[in-house]
């Protein structure tokens, strides 16, 4: 299961705290600028890939800090280009020790 979240400048430190939390460092997330994925938003998108457990207490660990999660067409967008950096990367370490 993957969900994807936004948030502003703002209350970027508040979420950096909560992602410093070991519960994260296991499941794995991957925050990028909007704009580098192309983005008209200004602010972060959070990716995470995990079971729906996980992400329930995610979700829970998440509350009051200001992440907006991202729903239909703008989550199906933003989720492709963070898959399609995984496999670009991933292709890359193929040619380094092909």
């Known amino acids: 299961m993957e969900s994807v979240y936004f ?3 703002n209350v970027s430190k508040d979420v950096t705290k909560v992602l ?3 519960f994260f460092k296991r499941i794995g997330y991957t925050v990028r600028e909007c704009k580098l994925l192309g983005s008209e938003r200004k ?4 990716y ?3 079971n729906s457990e996980d992400i329930d207490r995610a979700e829970e660990k998440f ?5 907006k999660k991202l729903m239909g067409e703008e989550k199906k967008i933003v989720t492709a280009a963070f898959v399609a950096e995984e496999e670009n990367a991933a292709s890359g370490m193929g040619m380094i020790f092909g």
Do not use: H, S
């Open 63 to 67: 509350e009051g800090c200001g992440l």
């Open 20 to 22: 410093e939390d070991d």
């Open 48 to 50: 995470i890939k995990a």
């Open 43 to 46: 602010g972060y998108f959070l």
């Open 7 to 9: 948030y502003e400048d």
